[in-house]
């Protein structure tokens, strides 16, 4: 593996796997105490058809997952909030006609898309410099918008009546999440593609909320968590030729059942 350093491809992997674990370990963690997986998931899906929008258009798919992304996290805060009866059937209609629009967008567009693949499943080793510098702009606004309002994602997150009932914001609070788990999904795709990013966002801060007491050092613990898997995924994928993104999913899934198959022992 250190001879691959020498590589600038493997360099850019490296600190965009460090770069995207550390928008898991923040935004994963609040994502995993407010029971929003669904809704991440419902996001991270439906961005494909941002992705089909870009590549029709002919401007950054990036940017049309980003703008895909965010609308699609208000639309499905508005239906969590006024339908909460009928939301899992209506976030996970857009989530497949978010997919379903992507897919007839690239269909509609002349030309060979070898990049595609990419997005779907991932990959790293591909991420450029300009990746890095959105990486790294859209974690200064996760870290910035987290640490002002650390205090109320607390209160939301524990006891969302209490924290209404003192006057906290809880409903923009809650919009502003869905748009930070946007961002983060962005970032995550070319790490792991949107197939798997749920698992990248969920993994770690499952894991992490086992040995920590407080959000902060969940936190803290998941981004460790997320830095390891992605290293040692990446390192196992070059050694063997994989799929780094399936690979760095692996590596955290076979963690997750040892440390499930642990607890089950300790209890009987």
């Not at 895909?68 to 976030?91: E, N, P, Y």
């Not at 990486?135 to 524990?158: C, H, N, Q, R, W």
């Not at 970032?187 to 801060?205: D, E, F, K, S, Y």
Request: hydrophobic share 60%.
């Amino acid at each position: 593996m250190w001879e691959a350093l020498q590589f600038g491809f493997m360099q850019n992997a490296l600190l965009a796997g460090v770069l995207a674990s550390i928008s898991c370990g923040i935004i994963g963690s609040l994502i995993v105490v407010n029971r929003m997986v669904f809704i991440s998931g419902g996001i991270a899906h439906a961005a494909f058809g941002g992705i089909g929008l870009a590549i029709f258009l002919g401007f950054s798919p990036s940017l049309g997952a980003a703008l895909f992304a965010l609308g699609v996290s208000l639309i499905m805060g508005v239906v969590s909030l006024k339908s909460k009866h009928r939301a899992d059937t209506i976030i996970g209609v857009l989530w497949a006609v978010g997919m379903a629009v992507g897919i007839i967008l690239i269909d509609l567009t002349p030309g060979y898309h070898a990049d595609l693949m990419s997005y779907l499943f991932g990959s790293i080793l591909a991420v450029t410099e300009l990746d890095l510098w959105l990486m790294s702009i859209l974690d200064g606004i996760i870290f910035l918008v987290i640490l002002t309002l650390y205090k109320e994602f607390i209160a939301m997150s524990y006891d969302e009546e209490f924290a209404f009932v003192v006057g906290v914001p809880v409903t923009p609070l809650y919009f502003a999440l869905l748009c930070l788990t946007a961002l983060s999904i962005v970032i995550i795709i070319r790490i792991v593609g949107l197939i798997l990013v749920i698992a990248l966002l969920t993994i770690p801060p499952y894991i992490a909320e086992k040995y920590t007491g407080s959000l902060r050092k969940m936190m803290i613990f998941s981004a460790v968590l997320g830095t390891f898997f992605t290293l040692t995924g990446l390192a196992i994928s070059y050694y063997y030729d994989l799929t780094s993104g399936a690979t760095i999913i692996m590596v955290a899934g076979v963690t997750f059942l040892c440390i499930e198959g642990l607890d089950v022992i300790k209890r009987n």
